[in-house]
T-cell receptor, first 113, second 113 residues
Framework: DTGVSQDPRHKITKRGQNVTFRCDPI?????LYWYRQTLGQGPEFLTY????????KSRLLSDRFSAERPKGSFSTLEIQRTEQGDSAMYLC???????????FGAGTRLSVL | QKEVEQNSGPLSVPEGAIASLNCTYS??????FFWYRQYSGKSPELIMF??SNGDKEDGRFTAQLNKASQYVSLLIRDSQPSDSATYLC?????????????WGLGTSLAVNP
């Protein structure tokens, strides 16, 4: 499978715990995006990378959220001290910088109890 | 004013009919326009993209772009029950040195057998 891969698919955690999600983009894509989506809403932009550089981070994003793409390939999104409001689908997408046609992974569904 | 607007629906059409989904956007400088399909509980899947005014056809799908009126539409011919999903419109806007994808909230489509 050469598409965008996300792991895990589902995560249930207790409030206050830290969670980390992983995304493997399409191999030749140099851009990688993280979004969050809740029911009835469009994807909400969180952050994106071009190669290993984090070029933008949403101002709405709490400092409990951090993302890395250390070698310009896979990326991780960490949420510290999770809250119930963090429950959502976390989506990763990748694209080539020149075209910005984004392809999504299957997503990670987070439930914070 | 929201940057990308879609009717939330639900839009209900009989099987075999043409479904027409509309999207308006506010940034006159937008250059790229995308339609994604999202089944319940799944991630967005790219259906079509369009850059130039006019129509672009791909199988049963036609995207129509009118930059002067700032709208983009998606027509689905010979609608099938499997087309029942939420359709998300996304538009690229210029944000500083970057082009950013802005999402609508989606239109829910129900195709009735």
């Amino acid at each position: 499978d050469t598409g965008v891969s996300q792991d895990p698919r589902h995560k249930i955690t207790k409030r206050g715990q830290n969670v980390t999600f992983r995304c493997d983009p399409i191999s030749e894509h140099n851009r990688l995006y993280w979004y969050r989506q809740t029911l009835g809403q469009g994807p909400e932009f969180l952050t994106y990378f071009q190669n290993e550089a984090q070029l933008e981070k949403s101002r709405l994003l709490s400092d409990r959220f951090s993302a890395e793409r250390p070698k310009g390939s896979f990326s991780t999104l960490e949420i510290q001290r999770t809250e119930q409001g963090d429950s959502a689908m976390y989506l990763c997408a990748s694209s080539l910088a020149l075209r910005n046609i984004q392809y999504f992974g299957a997503g990670t569904r987070l439930s914070v109890l | 004013q929201k940057e990308v607007e879609q009717n939330s629906g639900p839009l209900s059409v009989p099987e075999g009919a043409i479904a027409s989904l509309n999207c308006t956007y506010s940034d006159r400088g937008s250059q790229s326009f995308f339609w994604y399909r999202q089944y319940s509980g799944k991630s967005p899947e790219l259906i079509m993209f369009i850059y130039s005014n006019g129509d672009k056809e791909d199988g049963r799908f036609t995207a129509q772009l009118n930059k002067a009126s700032q709208y983009v539409s998606l027509l689905i011919r010979d609608s099938q029950p499997s087309d029942s999903a939420t359709y998300l419109c996304a538009v690229t806007i210029n944000a500083g040195n970057n082009r950013k994808l802005i999402w609508g909230l989606g239109t829910s489509l129900a195709v009735n057998p």
